[in-house]
């Protein structure tokens, strides 16, 4: 069960942007628009922020944005807050034995 | 929003049993897939079980394949997660997820402890 592979760290200023990218294969990221990205705080349970690649729940912030290409998907955070600092995960639907698979997350760093 | 309540974490011995708990808030849980997804110490997020509304529908991932059972009673609001034959690699937080459409999850309990050890 490989995972989506993000990178390890990204940091920025308040009031910077800072994008996450998340990395797939063509049995999942580039075959379905059912990518999703959960934030978590520590010692808390993960909380949804987009889904089906580019969509908001209700009462996210519109700071936060997702986009994809090919079999990338990426999470952007414009005009970062303090808050902002968390580890993020993405998820995709999987074609094969395992419907679903997270990414290997990424903390992002509020300097 | 639907709120999601784990219990039946602990302590158990490698090769041990334990049934973990999921009890939502409301009857409409039983219109969504539930899902179990399981973090270890310091670790991400790893996608565990699922199963559909009536329960006839259930999906593992390969590690725990024929050592974990996902069921429901739809009567009491609840899904279960029965871990049998456990090991130590099975030490983690287990997180209980309401399924959505676009195959996101959508609300997530607290979680619960499971820690395996001799």
């Known amino acids: 069960q490989s995972a989506l592979t993000q990178p390890a760290s990204v940091s920025g200023s308040p009031g910077q942007s800072i994008t996450i990218s998340c990395t797939g294969s063509s049995n999942d990221v580039a075959s379905y628009n059912f990518v999703s990205w959960y934030q978590q705080h520590p010692g808390k349970a993960p909380k949804l922020v987009i889904f089906g690649v580019t969509n908001r729940p209700s009462g996210i912030s519109n700071r936060f944005s997702g986009s994809k290409f090919g079999n990338r998907a990426s999470l952007t955070i414009s005009g970062l807050q303090a808050d902002d600092e968390a580890d993020y995960y993405c998820?995709?639907?999987?074609?094969?034995?395992?419907?679903?698979?997270f990414g290997t997350g990424t903390k992002v760093t509020v300097l | 929003e639907v709120q999601l309540v784990e219990s039946g974490g602990g302590l158990v011995q490698p090769g041990g049993s334990l049934r973990l708990s999921c009890a939502a808030s409301e009857s409409t849980i039983n219109r969504y897939w539930i899902y179990w997804v399981r973090q270890a110490p310091g670790k991400g997020l790893v996608w565990v079980s699922r199963?559909?509304?009536?329960?006839?529908?259930?999906d593992y991932a390969d590690s725990v394949k024929g050592r974990f059972t996902i069921s429901r009673d739809n009567g009491r609001n609840t899904v279960y997660l029965q871990m049998n034959s456990v090991r130590v690699e099975d030490t983690a937080v287990y997180y209980c997820?309401?399924?959505?459409?676009?195959?996101?999850?959508?609300?997530w309990g607290q979680g619960t402890l499971v820690t395996v050890s001799s």
């Open positions: 997820l309401r399924g959505g459409a676009n195959y996101q999850f959508d609300d």
């Open positions: 998820s995709s639907y999987r074609s094969g034995n395992t419907p679903y698979v």
């Open positions: 199963i559909g509304y009536d329960g006839r529908s259930t």
